[in-house]
């Protein structure tokens, strides 16, 4: 059995527009410094597609086994089906949740949820884990809702959820911490890994103040 909620604690994301250099090299380095969870989102401006998103995906998949980290696709289920990876992440946008189970079976199955409904409803319909945000302001989800902060995870466990739930949105080192003292098994990551003149410094950074160890900064 997998132990999602320790998965959960740096659940890195990230795509080929997000690297500032080749994302193999990325992911190679982030891994070294201790995510624990890798989810490729092939999304926005100058995202691959077809031919080359496959291959990317593919060779991304192969970095994660050699490394034991669980590889999840973003929004894709065809692909992931394809590539027979680990687990699918979903929006509100994205097929219901219920159909989504039925074609993944057992994969992990991961859901944005904003709301008590939402997550309701997720819950119901078979979702492994919440994906809660933006917490903080971020620029990198052009159609991102405004953020929150951590008033949803707070309120999802004072309502008795239990079900592993990462946050997500302009999460770094610093605020890290407080998103897990709200009640989340850890935290989700672009920008502040993926910008960084070193993304191993900031895995482990990240890593570091989920784990509530004593950072450098
Ligand atoms: N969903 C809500 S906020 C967000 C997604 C995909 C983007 C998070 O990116 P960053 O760069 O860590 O703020
Ligand atoms: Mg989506």
Known sequence: MINLRALLKVYFIMGSNNCL????EVLKEVIAGGITLFQYREKGDGALAGAEKLSLA????CICRDHQIPFI???DIELALELDADGVHIGQEDEPVKSVRE????????????????????L?????YFGIGPV????????????RGTTLIQTLRKEGF????????????KNARSVVEAGADGVSVITAISHEASPMVAARALRDSVEEKKSDE
Request: aromatic fraction near 2%; proline fraction near 7%.
């Open 21 to 24: 250099k080749d994302p193999k």
């Open 58 to 61: 593919k060779e991304l998949q």
């Open 73 to 75: 696709v973003n929004d």
């Open 103 to 122: 074609k993944i079976g057992d994969k992990i199955l991961g859901v944005s949820v904003h709301s008590i409904e939402e997550a309701e409803v997720a």
């Open 124 to 128: 119901r319909e078979g979702a492994d």
């Open 136 to 147: 903080f302001p971020t620029k990198t989800k052009v159609d991102a809702k405004p953020s």
């Open 162 to 173: 239990t079900i592993p739930i990462v946050g997500i949105g302009g999460i770094t080192h």
